[in-house]
């Protein structure tokens, strides 16, 4: 079955340094995998996808993330962290196939930027 | 846009009785999908309608739970009778062309006491 695990239930940083927050799959097939953001109070919002191409996709606020194959890993990474970063982080895989399209959300990520 | 809307934002409401949430998504798109959040389960994906018709509904937890979706602009989620255990934030969200860009309104917490 398609999945996504987020490892980490929270990540800290201090602000002005690089931030990762990590995400594995699991997929038969080739993956489809999004990053999406979740502020206090507030439905999710999409960052970033990764179809095909570049494994390297940028998103958002300045998020990227790096598509890897061999470690079945889909990163979410940001150079230099703001405090108005913190949130809750999900990745997402996609389940497609005749009328079924849906996403598979992970547990989620919260991200605490120290200023 | 005014993006996903969805009614009420707060809902309070005492075992055994029945609730329906609302929600109105983004013109033009053609999914609804319907999402609950909890602490002990994170998000669950409930139901999803394309173009109103639903496809899968394999997350609605029992009976209690339908949902409906009349026409493009308008659907509901019912639970009838809540319980306790149903307290959640629930969203709802809608897509187009591209199907894994949802959009996600600002959600309803559901409290049952």
């Known amino acids: 079955a398609q999945s996504v695990a987020q490892p980490e239930d929270q990540v800290n940083v201090a602000e002005g340094n690089p931030l990762t927050v990590k995400c594995t799959y699991s997929?038969?097939?080739?993956?489809?995998l999004f990053w999406y953001v979740q502020y206090p109070n507030r439905g999710l919002q999409f960052l970033l996808k990764y179809i095909t191409g570049d494994n390297l996709v940028k998103g958002s606020y300045g998020f990227e993330a790096e598509f890897n194959k061999s470690q079945t890993s889909f990163h979410l990474k940001k150079p230099s962290a703001l405090v108005s970063d913190s949130a809750l982080y999900f990745c997402a895989v996609a389940i497609y196939g005749g009328a079924t399209n849906k996403l598979i959300f992970g547990t989620g990520t919260l991200l605490a930027v120290q200023p | 846009d005014a993006g996903v809307i969805q009614s009420p934002r707060h809902e309070v409401t005492e075992m055994g009785q029945e609730v329906t949430l609302r929600c109105k998504p983004i013109?033009?798109?053609?999914?609804l999908f319907w999402y609950r959040q909890t602490m002990m389960r994170g998000l669950e994906l409930l139901i999803y309608f394309n173009n109103n018709v639903p496809i899968d509904d394999s997350g609605m937890p029992e009976d209690r739970f339908s949902a409906k979706m009349p026409n493009a602009s308008f659907s509901t989620l019912k639970i009838q009778p809540s319980e306790p255990r149903d307290s959640a934030v629930y969203f709802c969200?809608?897509?187009?062309?591209?199907?894994?860009?949802?959009?996600f309104g600002p959600g309803t917490r559901l409290t049952v006491t």
């Open positions: 969200a809608s897509s187009g062309l591209r199907v894994y860009e949802q959009y």
């Open positions: 997929v038969s097939g080739n993956p489809y």
């Open positions: 013109s033009g798109h053609n999914s």
